[in-house]
């Protein structure tokens, strides 16, 4: 059946977390359907598509000239428009086809430092891709409802969500959000950082699959226990051939320690602009970590000894927002006041 006709039967409810890295999809009642990278492949000459998510993401670095793999995300935000309508389209298609949805309303997390014409691309392209209503929902909100902190509470509470794009920092007090930072530092400039490393200190080229395997399998903020080591192949930048080598832990540290020193600038700037009374509430709750990041070894122990706080990793930090979205579509009367606006199809 036309998944367009599947909008006459009937809607259901989905919230969406258009993340730089992934794109995870939740359905009123069903809980989360989908997870695939945000990678989408699309034929040069016709414009249509030829695969995405995971299939799209193997295609990376490896596709002929008639076939163009990219990441329509960048930073948090659209980069390409076209791109990244293609891909929700064949997103959505996938969700409404296998639960029957109908035109549904979709909750979408963006970045706070999200401006109004990065607003508006987001909205329009969750309507061509066949939305009835869409709302858009700050992702350091939807990753503090996701982490089961009560955001309507006149307390304190401060999320630090590090996604593959933007890092954001906020205090949330009575459904608003009283101080908060977005910094375009996150999952994939750390990636690119030990592209650099390697490149600079091991004249070997790697792509950013590599880097991202390298990060979550060793990567570190501070020195583990044993620095342990892991074999990796790419191309040597003298003689142009496959080579292989050993990268080590506390080498990686060294790689990532610039930009891991930023994010936990950011937490801090944020905390210095934080009203006493909820300072105070802080200081007993906690700093919450969200997001891929919250994942990197020993970030929280780096976290809490430069903050003198308590670190708590919310579970499952990569589902934060997602869920966030989720449990504001299930009560969206009363978590209205957490959104950031609503947009209509007319």
């Known amino acids: 059946m036309d998944w367009l006709k599947l909008f006459r039967l009937g809607s259901k409810d989905i919230g969406i977390d258009l993340g730089t890295a992934n794109v995870l999809i939740t359905l009123k009642g069903k809980g989360i359907v989908l997870r695939e990278p945000s990678v989408v492949a699309i034929d040069v000459k016709t414009g249509e598509i030829k695969a995405t998510g995971h299939e799209a993401k193997e295609?990376?670095?490896?596709?002929?000239?008639?076939?163009?793999?990219?990441?329509?995300?960048?930073?948090?935000?659209?980069?390409?428009?076209?791109?990244?309508?293609?891909?929700?389209?064949?997103?959505?298609?996938?969700?409404?086809?296998?639960?029957?949805?109908?035109?549904?309303?979709?909750?979408?997390?963006?970045?706070?430092?999200?401006?109004?014409?990065?607003?508006?691309?987001?909205?329009?392209?969750?309507?061509?891709?066949?939305?009835?209503?869409?709302?858009?929902?700050?992702?350091?909100?939807?990753?503090?409802?996701?982490?089961?902190?009560?955001?309507?509470e006149p307390s304190g509470s401060m999320i630090v969500d590090i996604g593959g794009g933007t890092t954001e920092v906020a205090v949330i007090s009575l459904g608003g959000i009283v101080v908060s930072n977005s910094l375009r530092i996150a999952g994939d400039e750390l990636d690119e950082d030990i592209i650099n490393y390697i490149k600079r200190e091991r004249n070997l080229a790697i792509g950013e699959t590599t880097a991202e395997q390298i990060k979550m399998n060793i990567g570190c903020a501070m020195p583990l226990m044993t620095d342990v080591q892991m074999e990796i192949r790419g191309r040597d930048l003298k003689t142009g051939l496959p080579r292989n080598i050993n990268v080590r832990s506390s080498q990686i540290m060294t790689a990532m320690g610039e930009s891991i020193t930023?994010?936990?600038?950011?937490?801090?700037?944020?905390?210095?602009?934080?009203?006493?009374?909820?300072?105070?509430?802080?200081?007993?709750?906690?700093?919450?970590?969200?997001?891929?990041?919250?994942?990197?070894?020993?970030?929280?122990?780096?976290?809490?000894?430069?903050?003198?706080?308590?670190?708590?990793?919310?579970?499952?930090?990569?589902?934060?927002?997602?869920?966030?979205?989720g449990k504001t579509l299930e009560d969206l009367e009363k978590l209205k006041s957490v959104l950031k606006n609503r947009r209509y199809r007319r």
């Open 59 to 152: 295609m990376l670095g490896r596709t002929p000239e008639t076939i163009q793999a990219v990441r329509p995300m960048k930073d948090g935000v659209i980069a390409d428009f076209t791109a990244t309508r293609l891909m929700l389209k064949n997103m959505l298609r996938k969700v409404c086809t296998r639960y029957n949805a109908g035109r549904p309303r979709v909750v979408v997390g963006v970045p706070s430092g999200i401006t109004e014409v990065e607003e508006r691309a987001v909205e329009e392209t969750i309507m061509q891709a066949g939305a009835k209503e869409v709302y858009l929902l700050e992702e350091p909100m939807a990753a503090a409802v996701g982490a089961g902190i009560n955001v309507a």
């Open 262 to 325: 930023k994010i936990v600038d950011t937490v801090k700037q944020t905390l210095e602009k934080t009203p006493p009374e909820l300072a105070a509430d802080l200081v007993e709750k906690g700093i919450y970590l969200a997001g891929g990041g919250a994942l990197l070894q020993n970030f929280d122990k780096l976290l809490s000894l430069e903050t003198n706080m308590p670190v708590i990793i919310a579970d499952s930090p990569l589902d934060c927002v997602v869920n966030g979205t």
